[in-house]
Structures are given as C-alpha cells and as structure tokens.
T-cell receptor, first 115, second 112 residues
Framework: EPEVTQTPSHQVTQMGQEVILRCVPI?????FYWYRQILGQKVEFLVS????????KSEIFDDQFSVERPDGSNFTLKIRSTKLEDSAMYFC?????????????FGPGTRLLVL | AQSVTQPDIHITVSEGASLELRCNYS??????LFWYVQSPGQGLQLLLK??????LVQGIKGFEAEFKRSQSSFNLRKPSVHWSDAAEYFC??????????FGGGTRLMVKP
C-alpha cells in the first residue's frame, strides 16, 4: 500500500540554524500539506500546496518558513532560522485532487528539537 | 471558526471492554469528520470518515463512529478493545479552507 514517507525521523539543531524537512507524498497525489504538533498540544495546519504554489497557509507559517517541490517526488519544508518554539513533530500529508472530501494521508512525522 | 473538542485527555480501559471516545465539533455547515489514530512512532492513520448519508460509519480495526448533528458529536466506539488499540486518537474536521482542524487527542491505555 502506498504511503507518505518523511526524512529524517528525528533532527536536532541549534537555534538560528536552517533545517529542511523532507517528504515524499503518495505518487499520484497532487495536494500536499504540512502540519505540526508541539508536544502536548494539538496538531496544527501550517500550509497547503498545489500546482507548485502555496494554496493556503496559517498564521504560524511566517517568513521563516518556506515549502518547495524541487522535483516530481519530494516536498520540503524549510525553516530558515530555527527558534526554540519550532521544536515539534512535523507531519506531511497528501491527497488526490478529486475533491475536498478526499482523505489526507499522513507520514510518520519528523521530530525536530531546537536547542 | 471551526473547532473540535475531545473532552477526555486520557482514558484507560480493560482489554475486552467496550470503548467510546468523545468528539464535539463546532461547524456551521455539514461537517466532514474524521478519526485518526497515532501509535507510538507512527504517523496519523485514518480510522474512518463521515461526509454524508448514514450517520453510523464503519472503519478499520473494528471501530465505528456515529454522527449526531443535534449533539454536534462524532464519538468513536469499539465493542471490545484489544491491547494493540493503545494509542492516541484524534478527531478532525475539514474546514472551509481545505485543511484539517484537529482536536487535542485522547490517549487510550489498555489494561491487561
């Protein structure tokens, strides 16, 4: 069964460093998402991406964040200058384009720790 | 704004006992509702979803959920819990912006 994959599973970085989180969505999916979950808090939407551009973004997704689909398979989230409060589990998700009712399939997450 | 509330942060049940996890939503239109499960070290796996039609929906792993518009609820149930069901369970709703809004999650522990 096809699945969303994410690398790395864990990343530790120093405050102020740039990090890139990688995701490989399911191959025939066209809509991509990033969510995050700060420890002990809700899963929160960050951004959605379709047709090589951001479709929607939340207030959390400020200028420190960017997303990219550098090739036909990868979907990345970059945090330009990490802050302590960026420590969280980051989930990638994807879905087909068929309609808003389509299920979002999630990857296993990347746990980011900013020191 | 749309919101989802899961009133129970932790629930402990004995193996073989029945389970009900509560979910309440706030959404003006017909909601698209989901239950996801997250096992340790795993991603979010879809258990079931409700869009329209029959208000009792069946999912994987023997789970079901019932949509009750009058109570703004979408509670998850299982008649007999297995130790492997220990995990965190998330209720979510699709909002108008095409993203999911999640509840805070309920951590299920299963006693032998």
């Amino acid at each position: 069964e096809p699945e969303v994959t994410q690398t790395p599973s864990h990343q530790v970085t120093q405050m102020g460093q740039e990090v890139i989180l990688r995701c490989v969505p399911i191959s025939n999916h066209l809509y991509f998402y990033w969510y995050r979950q700060i420890l002990g808090q809700k899963v929160e939407f960050l951004v959605s991406f379709y047709n090589n551009e951001i479709s929607e973004k939340s207030e959390i997704f400020d200028d420190q964040f960017s997303v990219e689909r550098p090739d036909g398979s990868n979907f990345t989230l970059k945090i330009r200058s990490t802050k302590l409060e960026d420590s969280a589990m980051y989930f990638c998700a994807s879905r087909t384009l068929a309609g808003v009712r389509e299920t979002q399939y999630f990857g296993p997450g990347t746990r980011l720790l900013v020191l | 704004a749309q919101s989802v509330t899961q009133p129970d942060i932790h629930i402990t049940v004995s193996e073989g006992a029945s389970l009900e996890l509560r979910c309440n939503y706030s959404y003006g239109a017909t909601p698209y509702l989901f239950w996801y499960v997250q096992s340790p070290g795993q991603g979010l796996q879809l258990l079931l979803k409700y869009f329209s039609g029959d208000t009792l929906v069946q999912g994987i792993k023997g789970f079901e959920a019932e949509f009750k518009r009058s109570q703004s609820s979408f509670n998850l149930r299982k008649p007999s819990v297995h130790w492997s069901d220990a995990a965190e369970y998330f209720c979510a709703v699709y909002n108008a912006g095409n993203m999911l809004t999640f509840g805070g999650g309920t951590r299920l522990m299963v006693k032998p």
